[in-house]
Each structure stands twice: as structure tokens, then as C-alpha cells.
């Protein structure tokens, strides 16, 4: 890959229950993530089909088979977020039954996308960890990193990318993730709404949401501004959350409408443009989302042989 070139690269945040068990009402929302099981084959084939490489950022509690096993992994030092109810093993300790392991695991799955071309599993820590809620500590994000990267070993899997949850990016634990063998992150947009992840008010949420119908900033960025310090991970940008499909048909050709152009911009300015999503988000409107990844798709192929624009995952951005 020649730098001068410009780049699509694509994450997904791969972890079904585990990222949103404390969100959603789960136990009316089975079929959500049995589309989404369905689905990430059908992702694959797309992606296989135009020559996509991607990263998929997995929860680390996916590796798992069954609760027994589940049960075996849980790390001596656990997160202790003073919000008890954002903990993963709690939650995960009262839900215990052969209906709910295809919304907790999915080894299979990993493996399926683990050997499918230029498909990068990478990790999204062990637990969903929050790295920026009080009550954790450095040594517990260090323990279940330990366990994710453990479990992917067992399966011939190295983890070399690392995508923070709820981008939840913590400086100070950047050293841990180098330490611990991850070479690339992927960091925020640095527009102002993001620069607290966490924020929750109403201004930041409106302009989030906004953000992906009207042209509020650059998106598409140079390779220079690909962070690499010595002794940290290289810092990958965000650009574009792909969002679930609208009921409105007005909102939803509006984003895809932002999504072409911010790729065009890309690969005319030979720049990187970084788009991610949950394979959850297709969980409600799995067809009609096929079609938008599809649309977005046929576009990249129409960039590359104009402009020669590139398919990269983060690891393959990490080595240029």
C-alpha cells in the first residue's frame, strides 16, 4: 500500500448482548440478535465479493461456547465500576441458560470471520470493559485484556488491533495495550462532540445525530494524521458511525447521500476515511441494511478504479 493512496477502512463492534445488556429490555429482543447472527455471514460474503478487508472488534466473552466455560474465564480481578449494573459478570451471572447463549457467544462466528479474506480479528476487550466509569483501575483493565488476548491465542488468533467500548478511549491505558502486544487503536473523531465519550447531553447527543445527515466537518483524513508515538499503539481515527436504518426514507438517502461524498472527498484527496458500526445495528432491518452496505460498496469500487482507492483493516493501516 503506497501512502500517496487514499483509503476505506472499515471496523465493526462485534458484541452482541455484551454491549448493550444494560440498554435494552433483552429478553423481548431475541430475534434482533438471531438476525444478527444471520446477517454476519451475509456481511462476509459482501465483503468477499468486492474485495473488502475490515476489522471486526470482538468482545472477548464471544470466544466462549457455553456458561460453563464463561463461568472458567472469569478473571481473579474484576472490573469495580461504582455503577455495579455496567458490569458484564453480574449481569452475565443472572442470566444463565441454554435460551440465552446465542445472544453471549459465538465461536463459530469468529472463526467464520477469522478466515474469510482480509478480515482482521481484533478485540474489544474481554468483558465490553468501560475504561472511563468510576470505580475500575488499571490493573483490572489489564486482567481482562490478558483473558481476551488468551482466548484468541487458543484459536490461533493474534490480537494486534484494539477498539476502546462506548470509545471509552484512556490515555493511560494506551502503554498497557503496547505492552500487552496491541498495536493499533481506533480513536475519536475530533470533532468537539467527541471529545467527552461519555457525555450524555442533550447538545452533544442532537449534534451526534445530526452529524450523520448534514455536513457538519471533515470526516476523510491524511496519513500523517495517523498517530504513531514510540512505546503506544498507533491512534486510528474514526470517521463515520454507519447508522441503523431510518424509518424515515427522507433521513436515511440524506446519510448514505454524506457517505458517498465523504468517500469521493477521500479518494480525491487521497486521505483515510474510517467507517464503523455495531453487526448489531442490522439486527432490526437486516435487507434493508444489506442494501445500504451495498450501495456504500458500489461506490468504493467506482473510487477505486478512478482513484485507486484501497480496502484496508487497521492492521494493515498500522504497518504502512
Not at 65 to 73: D, F, G, L
Request: contains cysteine; aromatic residues 12%; charged residues 25%.
Amino acid at each position: 500500500m503506497n501512502q500517496r493512496e487514499g483509503g476505506l477502512v472499515i471496523s465493526l463492534d462485534f458484541e452482541l448482548l455484551w454491549g448493550v445488556f444494560d440498554q435494552i429490555n433483552w429478553e423481548v429482543q431475541e430475534d434482533y440478535f438471531l438476525n444478527t447472527r444471520k446477517v454476519i455471514p451475509q456481511v462476509l460474503d459482501i465483503f468477499k465479493n468486492f474485495n473488502i478487508h475490515a476489522t471486526w472488534a470482538t468482545v472477548g466473552m464471544l470466544f466462549n461456547k457455553n456458561w460453563n466455560e464463561w463461568e472458567r474465564n472469569k478473571p481473579a480481578n474484576l472490573p469495580e465500576y461504582s455503577n455495579s449494573g455496567l458490569s458484564a459478570y453480574q449481569f452475565g451471572s443472572g442470566i444463565h441458560s441454554k435460551g440465552t447463549e446465542d445472544m453471549c457467544f459465538a465461536p463459530q462466528l469468529i472463526s467464520k470471520i477469522a478466515i474469510t479474506p482480509g478480515q482482521e480479528i481484533a478485540t474489544h476487550t474481554y468483558s465490553h470493559y468501560y475504561c472511563l466509569e468510576p470505580g475500575q483501575q488499571a490493573v483490572q483493565f489489564k486482567e481482562d485484556l490478558l483473558k481476551a488476548i488468551e482466548l484468541a491465542k487458543k484459536i490461533n488468533i493474534s490480537l494486534q488491533s484494539l477498539v476502546f467500548p462506548r470509545n471509552q478511549l484512556k490515555k493511560e491505558y494506551l502503554e498497557i495495550c503496547f505492552e500487552l502486544g496491541i498495536l493499533n487503536v481506533r480513536s475519536n473523531p475530533q470533532s468537539w462532540y467527541w471529545k467527552d465519550a461519555k457525555s450524555n447531553n442533550i447538545v452533544t447527543k442532537i449534534s451526534r445525530t445530526g452529524d450523520a445527515y448534514l455536513d457538519l466537518g471533515k470526516k476523510s483524513y491524511p496519513w500523517e494524521e495517523v498517530i504513531k508515538i514510540p512505546g503506544l499503539p498507533t491512534l486510528q481515527m474514526a470517521s463515520r458511525f454507519l447508522r441503523p436504518v431510518e424509518e424515515n426514507n427522507v433521513l436515511r438517502a440524506l446519510k448514505l447521500k454524506r457517505i458517498l461524498k465523504e468517500m469521493e472527498t477521500a479518494a480525491g484527496k487521497k486521505e483515510i476515511y474510517h467507517l464503523w458500526w455495531h453487526p448489531h445495528n442490522f439486527g432490526n432491518n437486516p435487507e434493508e441494511s444489506m442494501k445500504d452496505l451495498e450501495i456504500i460498496l458500489e461506490q468504493f469500487v467506482l473510487l477505486r478504479n478512478k482513484f485507486g482507492f484501497q480496502s484496508l483493516n487497521m492492521a494493515e493501516v498500522g504497518e504502512q
